[in-house]
């Protein structure tokens, strides 16, 4: 980035593609489909990264410990510049030293995950982060990772959110997704962001965003602050508040005030401002928004 002629701007030329353990510079896939992605840099200075598994009938590379699909990696891009690599490998890494496995894999067991979202201790938040990912048919899942935590098997394909789908034996140590829900509720999750603004006020800060594109629904959903896991009952459902919004929900971003915004698949973007409220259990005070009762199946 180059902000010497005002607004920041990219610089092509500065491009550099990491190098794999295979030696490729790209993440290579057996075939079209299913991919999904995401990145997002923790409070440790590493970089975690979402990869999908296109395989998606076939208990193939989301299982393998040597295979990048289907997993979060976590690597350590603060190197030189010169480094023809691009990245070294954190040490804490759960599989570092394993044989038959790839030291960059953090969490396996994933089909199609999307943005990673991380609730910074630096911007206040609690060190959590929130994996999404999106089954084919029965449902989607958001898995909910504590601080410190690492290796977990999240299930692909042997289940889809929390249902068996009955391919083989599966791994022992599956772990189920702290929210899933089926097609009557939605079958494309939109994945989010922790908010951490002051324009909702103090009632929402630390509450996760997310949404499905198509039903066009908006929910937030609180976290604890101890267990860093969700709130049971303190699902909300946004939509009739947000309803411009939730009509094409296709991302979330968020500026450096910690303001939330919601990107339309039309090319819009809106702003979540001070409108937005609920009701419900535990919810922050407010009432315009839609008690969610047609959550229930969130599995909260």
Do not use: C, M
């Amino acid at each position: 980035l180059s902000p010497a002629s005002g607004s920041p701007r990219v610089d092509p030329a500065s491009r550099f593609d990491l190098a794999w353990p295979d030696g490729a510079r790209s993440v290579r896939l057996p075939h079209a489909g299913d991919f999904g992605g995401g990145l997002a840099f923790g409070d440790d200075g590493f970089l975690y990264i979402s990869i999908g598994d296109p395989a998606s009938d076939l208990v193939g590379a989301a299982q393998r410990r040597d295979q990048l699909l289907g997993k979060v990696l976590r690597i350590d891009v603060s190197v030189s510049s010169s480094d023809t690599r691009g990245y070294r490998v954190p040490s804490a890494n759960p599989f570092v030293g394993t044989p038959d496995a790839l030291a960059e894999v953090w969490a396996l067991g994933l089909r199609e995950p999307q943005t990673l979202a991380v609730d910074l201790v630096s911007l206040g938040g609690r060190g959590t982060t929130v994996i999404s990912d999106r089954g084919p048919d029965l449902r989607q899942e958001l898995n909910v990772q504590s601080s410190g935590l690492s290796g977990l098997n999240l299930g692909w394909p042997y289940r889809e959110g929390t249902i068996d789908r009955g391919i083989g034996e599966s791994a022992a140590d599956l772990v189920n997704p702290s929210i899933d829900y089926g097609p009557e509720t939605g079958r494309r999750l939109v994945s989010g962001l922790f908010y951490r603004g002051r324009a909702l006020g103090p009632a929402f800060v630390g509450r996760y965003f997310f949404a499905d594109a198509a039903s066009s629904r908006v929910w937030s959903v609180g976290v604890d602050s101890t267990s860093s896991q969700f709130v049971e009952g303190s699902l909300l459902d946004h939509t009739n508040d947000l309803a411009a919004a939730a009509a094409s929900p296709f991302g979330f971003g968020r500026d450096a005030a910690g303001e939330l915004y919601i990107v339309g698949s039309g090319g819009s973007v809106f702003r979540i401002d001070a409108a937005v409220s609920g009701r419900g259990r535990n919810s922050p005070r407010g009432g315009r928004a839609r008690r969610a009762d047609r959550g229930d199946d969130l599995g909260l």
